[in-house]
C-alpha cells in the first residue's frame, strides 16, 4: 500500500512564496513520476509539475519562472517551491505519484490560498 503525505500548504500575501511537501511510504517502484495538481473551486484538478526520478521535469505555463519541483530520491519526497505567488494560484494542492501501467496515487491535498 501506498501513502502520499503532504504538508506546507497554508496562507500567503501575493508574491509571497510557500514551499509544499510530499512524502511516499509503501511499496514503491523506483521509476516513477512524482508531480503536484491543483484544484480551484469549481475547476477540474490540473498538472502543475512533475518529475521523474531522473530528474527530467515539466512545468505548465502558468508556473513557468515562478514554480520549481524537486525531488529527495532517497526520501521518496517531491517538493514544490511556489514563489511570487498570485490569487489565481488559490487552490487544493495534490501529490502525485504514478509508474508504468494503472498504478497512480493521490495525496489527501494541502490548500493554498493567496490574498491579501
Known amino acids: 500500500q501506498v501513502q502520499l503525505v503532504e504538508s506546507g500548504g497554508g496562507l500567503v500575501q501575493p508574491g509571497g512564496s510557500l514551499r509544499l511537501s510530499c512524502a511516499a511510504s509503501?511499496?514503491?517502484?523506483?521509476?516513477?513520476?512524482m508531480g503536484w495538481y491543483r484544484q480551484a473551486p469549481g475547476k477540474q484538478r490540473e498538472l502543475v509539475a512533475r518529475a521523474t526520478r531522473g530528474g527530467t521535469t515539466t512545468y505548465v505555463d502558468f508556473v513557468k519562472g515562478r514554480f520549481t519541483i524537486s525531488r529527495d530520491n532517497a526520501k521518496n519526497t517531491v517538493y514544490l517551491q511556489m514563489n511570487s505567488l498570485k490569487p489565481e494560484d488559490t487552490a487544493v494542492y495534490y501529490c502525485?505519484?504514478?509508474?508504468?501501467?494503472?498504478?497512480?496515487?493521490w495525496g489527501q491535498g494541502t490548500q493554498v490560498t493567496v490574498s491579501s
Open positions: 509503501g511499496s514503491i517502484f523506483t521509476y516513477n513520476t
Open positions: 502525485n505519484l504514478r509508474w508504468y501501467g494503472d498504478n497512480e496515487y
